[in-house]
Structure formats: structure tokens, C-alpha cells
């Protein structure tokens, strides 16, 4: 239900900082603002001005803060409401007391996500725009800001929209079969009907299938680095870590005892899985890290399989060579600077499939090199390609068993530059829409009634509104809301 009161909450984070931001939204926002600030040079607040003055208790005048106050009058303001904000100096007990005030003075603090909730209740943004909101928050790479800027630029609104209309297209199709089939006008041939169904069917699976490469955009690349003790497993990580300490994250994982490190490799994050487990002494690594390191290895999306040219092959290579098949990733045969014991062409004798980066991890100077094959293999796996020899360039000094030719470089070019959807939630309605249009293309073939096709039509057409909130309920908007902060 549409709550029609005025809302209240800090619009900054809690904690200490240089400005803090309280945010009123409702049809008392501006009377409310009147009573709790006193412009310094204006009796009246302009839309859209920014204003000097005083927040002041209005039961004993006291001044609490000098601050800047603005109105922004509705419809064109953020949640479609009267929304005034006061930026007053970033304390935690001001911030309090001012949303104290404004409580006092008649408004009700607001639930999680409430503003944004208002904004896409009144039409000044759709759901999917709304989501978007909460991913450009939690974004961690330039990739996921990209996916989510795109979003809540309505890019994903307007391709669901035009699939939705042509969906419609359809049942007005299937309309004049069900009103004037006693008369002799031409009507579109079923088999025509099944086309367009297919075209469709095509083109949502298209979309669907875009949320393996939008996760990846959005959540990073996770990476698990595998290969025997001593392999030199932990000076690979100190070296890909170590070379961008300034936007290193550490991640304590609070269900597993899993530590996560996440690397930029241009647009991209590199989530480096279960580096816990990696940096565990070697003894226990031998007991208790092999069935983690499998089980990491299976969640990874990439991996990175570690050998030690130095020492003749062992059953543990082997191994990790089997835990590679079919799987994208890059192998490092390291220790380069040492007398060599195998080569690459030893491990591709042993099967292993992954491109080959001759390595020294005691090297500072090579970790550029790492990089840049690993960004390759992000933009690979990323453009969906699992072909290996993607990339314009080959490196010189970097073994594939399989050269491909350069049509594959276009696509890694423009990976991530085509709409791509990034939530379950999204690929759900899809696949119901999907699901739907098949149905419906059997009925129109097997000839069935035009009311029993058009069932399913509309079906797909509200699977796929589902996806903006054209057709939403109290449910979904409470599931979605509920993940974002108070005061967004
Ligand atoms: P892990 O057990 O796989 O994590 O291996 P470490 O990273 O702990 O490395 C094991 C040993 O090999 C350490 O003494 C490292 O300094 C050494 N090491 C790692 N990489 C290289 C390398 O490229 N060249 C040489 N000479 N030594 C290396």
C-alpha cells in the first residue's frame, strides 16, 4: 500500500564525516523543514537553491546547527513527493538530533529503501532503474558500474520494452482470429504466428542468457589459484596483490572461514577465492586443504593452475592438470629464473589444456605480464568465448595448445558492451517469458484455439513486465526494497 505520510532518515552513512545529509520526502517535507530551519538571509526557501541558515528546536528555539537547506517541490523531485534536504555538518548525535526534530515536527522515520520505493511507486523511475540503484552502491570495479549505470539509464527497460510490445503484437494477432473468424478477411497463417513466437523465443533467450556474463561484470571474476606445496602458489597472490595494494579488498568471510582478495584487472574485478587456504603452511595445506581447494576450484570461474618447472612432474601435477579439464583459466609454469626440470611441452603431453605463462613469481617486474594474460582471460570468458587464443595479440613467450584465428579478438573488444541483465530475479522472468512462448508456439502449431495461445502470450507479456513493475506485487517490491540501506 502507498503510504502517503512524510518520511525522514540520514541520507549519509553513520559515522563521522565532513557533511551528513537528512532527507524529508511527503506532503509535509516543506512544512516540516519550515519549522526545524531558519534560512539567514531569506524568509523563503527557493525550489532547488541551495540555503544558508540555522537548524533550531522549535519548542525551545535553541540553534542545534548552521547547515545548507533545499526544497525540491514535487512532481520533478526524487521520489515524485516534496522533498527537502538539510546538509548539516557529518556528526552522528547532530544527525540524530536534527532527524529528532524533524520526528518531532510530524514525520516518521523512514524504512529501508523507502525513498526509492516512492520514486518507483510515483513513476519517476521503474523497477529495474530502482535495482539499479542499489548495484551502483555496491559496485566494486568499473565494470559493475557500468552494467548498473546502463540500467539505470533505462537501457534494460527499453529492450524489455520492445520485446513486451512485440509480445502484444502477437495477441493482436491472435484478436482478429478471435473476432472475425466467420469472415472472410486474411488472416495471419498460424505458421506465421509460430514464426514470430520463434523470433521472439530467440531473441528473450538472448537476453536470458546474458546474466552469466552480467554476474561476472557485476560480482568479478572469481579465481582460484591451484598447484602442489611449493608450487609458489602464495608469491603469485603476494605478487598480484602486492602490485595494487591501494585497491586491495579483504573480505572475512563470516560463513566460511574463506578470505577473499579482490583485484582490478582493468574494467574488471579479479575475486581471488579461498586466499586463506593459500596461504596456509604447506602441512596444512597437505590435511585439511585439498578438499577445499577442490571445492573453491568447482565455485571458480577461472583458475589459475600453478607448476614448478624446477621439479620433475609429480602425481599432485597431475592432479591439478585433471582439476583444469574443460575449464577456462591460465597455467604458470614458474620458477623460470631456476635450471628447468619440465617444460610446457611436458604438461600439454600430460593434457593439460590451458594457455601456458612461463613465470618467475620471485620476479616483481613480471607480475605486468600476469596481468595482462589474466585480463585476456577475463575479456575471454566474459565475451562468452571458451575458446582458447582469443586476444588480439599473442604474447610471445605464452604457450596455447590451440591458435585461434583473430575473428574472436571483436568479440573480446566489445565484451560487455551489449545489454546484459545481472539478477536472478531478471533471469527468472525471463525464463518464465521463455517458457510461456514455447508453450504458445506448440498451441499455434497444433492448431489450437486462439484463446488457448493467447494465454500464454499474455503469460509472457506479464513475465517480462514483471521485470520493470508494470505488473508487480506487495511481495516482490517488499523483497526488493528490503535490501537497501535506510535513507535510500
Ligand atoms: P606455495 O606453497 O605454492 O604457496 O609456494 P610459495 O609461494 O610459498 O613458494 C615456495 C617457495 O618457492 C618459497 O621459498 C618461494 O620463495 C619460492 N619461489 C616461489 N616462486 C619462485 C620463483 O619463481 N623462483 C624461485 N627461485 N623461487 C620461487
Known amino acids: ?216 561484470m557485476r560480482d568479478g571474476v572469481r579465481a582460484t589459484i591451484v598447484g602442489k606445496p611449493n608450487a609458489g602458489k602464495s608469491s603469485l597472490l603476494n605478487l598480484l596483490l602486492g602490485s595494487d595494494r591501494a585497491i586491495v579488498t579483504a573480505i572475512a568471510g563470516t560463513t566460511r572461514d574463506v578470505i577473499e582478495d579482490s583485484v582490478q584487472l582493468g574494467p574488471y574485478a579479479l575475486v581471488l577465492n579461498d586466499t586463506a587456504g593459500v596461504r596456509e603452511s604447506t602441512d596444512d595445506v597437505e590435511r585439511i586443504g585439498i578438499e577445499r581447494t577442490i571445492r573453491s576450484a568447482r565455485d571458480a570461474d577461472l583458475l589459475i593452475a600453478m607448476f614448478d618447472s624446477s621439479r620433475p612432474l609429480e602425481s599432485a601435477d597431475l592432479d591439478v592438470i585433471r582439476l583444469t579439464a574443460g575449464r577456462p583459466g591460465l597455467a604458470i609454469l614458474n620458477k623460470r629464473d631456476l635450471p628447468a626440470a619440465i617444460s610446457a611441452a611436458d604438461l600439454r603431453e600430460r593434457g593439460l589444456g590451458l594457455p601456458i605463462l612461463p613465470f618467475s613469481a620471485i620476479n ?67 525464463a518464465m517469458a521463455l517458457a510461456a512462448l514455447k508453450n504458445a508456439r506448440t498451441s499455434a502449431l497444433s492448431l489450437m484455439p486462439p484463446e488457448i495461445v493467447a494465454v500464454d502470450i499474455m503469460a509472457a507479456a506479464s513475465a517480462l513486465g514483471s521485470i520493470t513493475g508494470e505488473v508487480s506485487g506487495e511481495d516482490v517490491l517488499d523483497a526488493i526494497f528490503r535490501d537497501f540501506c535506510i535513507g535510500k
Open 1 to 216: 500500500m502507498y503510504a502517503s505520510d512524510t518520511i525522514v532518515a540520514p541520507a549519509t552513512a553513520p559515522g563521522i564525516g565532513a557533511v551528513a545529509i537528512v532527507r524529508l520526502s511527503g506532503p509535509r517535507a516543506l512544512e516540516i523543514l519550515g519549522a526545524i530551519f531558519r534560512p539567514a538571509h531569506f524568509a523563503e526557501l527557493t525550489p532547488r537553491m541551495m540555503r544558508l541558515g540555522d537548524v533550531v528546536d522549535p519548542a525551545t528555539g535553541a540553534r542545534i546547527d548552521r547547515a545548507l537547506a533545499v526544497v525540491m517541490p514535487r512532481p520533478a523531485s526524487l521520489t515524485g513527493e516534496d522533498v527537502a534536504e538539510i546538509q548539516c555538518h557529518g556528526g552522528p548525535f547532530v544527525v540524530r538530533r536534527i532527524v529528532a526534530l524533524a520526528v518531532s515536527a510530524g514525520a516518521r522515520i523512514a524504512k529501508p529503501g523507502e525513498f526509492t520505493r516512492r520514486a518507483f511507486l510515483n513513476g519517476r523511475i521503474d523497477l529495474a532503474e530502482a535495482e539499479a540503484v542499489a548495484d551502483i552502491v555496491a559496485a566494486r570495479s568499473d565494470s559493475a558500474l557500468a552494467i548498473a549505470i546502463e540500467q539505470l539509464s533505462g537501457a534494460l527497460s527499453a529492450r524489455v520494452a520492445e520485446l513486451r510490445a512485440q509480445v502484444i503484437a502477437i495477441r493482436a494477432h491472435l484478436e482478429v482470429e478471435i473476432d472475425f473468424s466467420d469472415e472472410d478477411i486474411r488472416l495471419p497463417s498460424r505458421r506465421e504466428v509460430a514464426a514470430e513466437i520463434e523470433r521472439l523465443i530467440a531473441d528473450v533467450a538472448v537476453l536470458h542468457d546474458s546474466f552469466a556474463r552480467g554476474l561476472l
Open 364 to 430: 616483481l617486474d613480471e607480475g605486468t605480464t600476469l596481468r595482462a594474460e589474466l585480463s585476456k582471460e577475463i575479456v575471454a570468458l566474459i565475451s562468452g568465448s571458451s575458446l582458447v587464443g582469443v586476444g588480439p595479440e599473442p604474447s610471445p613467450n605464452l604457450s596455447r595448445n590451440v591458435t585461434g584465428e583473430g575473428s574472436e579478438a571483436a568479440t573480446a573488444a566489445s565484451a560487455g558492451n551489449q545489454i546484459a541483465i545481472s539478477r536472478e530475479r531478471h533471469r527468472d522472468a525471463l
